[in-house]
């Protein structure tokens, strides 16, 4: 994985695996051992459908930059709904607490997001070739 991605990556992980913890902190007071417990498994969830389809989106870019934006919008399109559907899948369990697990799977898709969006305003990556490094004068 290039620099940028890894950057990118971490720049956008590390404050939603803060969230999940803020959030488990919090679910432990609340609702006890299910509650940190949910809150846990929430963090996780999206930790692992948030970096899964960060990863998939930039060999997209790689491999087809073409297709980089109509797959950023479907890839989150498709991250969303799958997420709302664990949230009703898991509706009725009983092994942790429902409301700490959707708040918090709440809590860190947005923080993900904003991260994600703030480190690319923030890198550096050229969109723009260099005509002084391409080789080629007209």
Not at 9 to 24: D, F, Q, V
Not at 83 to 104: E, G, Q, Y
Request: net charge positive; charged share 10%; with cysteine.
């Amino acid at each position: 994985m290039p620099s940028n991605d890894a950057r990118i990556l971490l720049s956008a992980a590390i404050p939603a695996a803060a969230t999940g913890a803020i959030a488990a902190a919090i679910s432990g007071v609340v609702a006890d051992g299910k509650g940190a417990l949910g809150a846990v498994i929430g963090c996780a969830v999206v930790l692992a459908f948030m970096g899964i389809g960060l990863v998939v989106l930039q060999r997209t870019a790689r491999s087809y930059p073409h297709l980089f934006q109509a797959m950023g919008l479907l890839l989150y399109t498709t991250q969303l709904l799958l997420l709302f559907l664990l949230i009703v899948l898991f509706k009725k369990t009983t092994f942790f607490d429902f409301k700490a697990f959707a708040f918090t799977v709440l809590a860190a898709t947005i923080v993900w997001i904003a991260a994600q969006a703030r480190a690319y305003m923030k890198a550096k990556i050229m969109y723009v070739d260099d005509p002084k490094n391409t080789g080629s004068s007209k």
